[in-house]
């Protein structure tokens, strides 16, 4: 007697395009069943995310005009459905804490025209070689969707103008003859050192502020752009000292020393070491190792910085409210209410001194340093270099 053939589990047409519903939910709303920041769940109790999924796949049933039962698919059927997906690799084998996606699409038609944006800014205007490989080929991917637009979803609407002063895109160096050798040439082993805590081999070939030239063995932290070129935060090995050193100072060279690494944790405590030293400070330079031992101890001094800033630069000056994060703006007007001066305060440690005043001196006939006596005598004697040139 032949077998009854076995039905598949959606083989029936309301199973079917349950299970093809549920698809197209995480796909057109990546992240749903993320916990709401504004609703969170009461101490004691917890979040569940298969509510808001199933609140959704329901919604989106009736925009296609698609007709369910009353609280179809339930919670059990659902989690029975999720389940389906991961053995068939459509989702991970992992917890969804923070939101149900597909693959790599973890962003919403909106969100993915903002992150394109800012990729065509970094990749267009700080010259960021992987950035903009990544950029040409998502660009030819969404070719369909930007003509269905009529352009509207390619428009740079946001853009970050700051160019770096350097060639930093290997290909484009070999296009135009101007082939540098620098550490843009290793950007891929680079990425993987700092991703990974391992301790590389670099070769510094100069240096203008007397940093050590020459070999060096450090663990790279970050690469990050800055006013007018891309930089990169390291600690040295043998004493933790923080530096940070640009790019193209570097010959193409990265030699991996320990190819296990030491880990992200090690990685991320001593990034945010670095990043403490840069709020505390103006700029980037970190400061010489022994300083920056003391700074990292708590047992540098900071000094008080004040600059007394004239008309026509005083509302400049006060537009910038967010210039740093310890700074203090203290206006004086006269009677008709025009400004008189403009007191820029902050304290600052001595290694940020340099960088400070070169933001001082974009306002010099507008600028005069108060306080601290040091930085007075350097800001006048810097005043009166530039007059003696136009004698």
Known sequence: MPKKPQLHPYADRLSFERILLLIATLINHPGIGCCNPLDRPKKGQHHNALEPLQKKEQEFAQSLGITFPDNYPSIGTLRKDLETLREFGILDRRMYRWGYYLGTGVMSWEELKVAFNALHSQATYQGDPTIREIYQILEKRLRGLDLDSNGDFSYPVRAYLNRPIIYTDPQQM????????????????????????????????????????????????????????????????????????????????????????????KQRESLKEAQKLMTTGWGIYLGTPCDQQLERQGKLLLEEVKVRFSPPVTTFI????????????????????????????????????????????????CAQVLSPPDLVEKHRQAAQAVAARYR
């Open 318 to 365: 006060l537009e910038g409210e967010c210039r740093h994060p310890h700074q203090k703006l203290r206006a004086k007007k006269d009677s008709n209410g025009e400004y008189i001066h403009v007191d820029y305060m902050i304290k600052l440690p001595p290694r940020s001194f340099h960088e400070f005043s070169r933001w001082v001196y974009r306002y010099m006939g």
């Open 174 to 265: 070999q296009a135009k003859g101007k082939n540098r050798h620098t550490l843009f040439h290793c950007l891929d082993a680079l990425e993987v050192a700092i991703a990974k805590g391992q301790l590389v081999e670099l070769y510094r070939h100069r240096e203008p502020y007397g940093q050590r030239t020459g070999y060096i063995q450090v663990y790279p932290l970050q690469l990050f752009y800055h006013d007018i070129a891309w930089y990169l935060l390291y600690e040295y090995s043998e004493n933790q000292h923080l530096e940070v050193g640009r790019l193209d100072r570097f010959k193409d060279y990265c030699h991996h020393i320990d190819p296990t690494g030491r880990g992200q944790q």
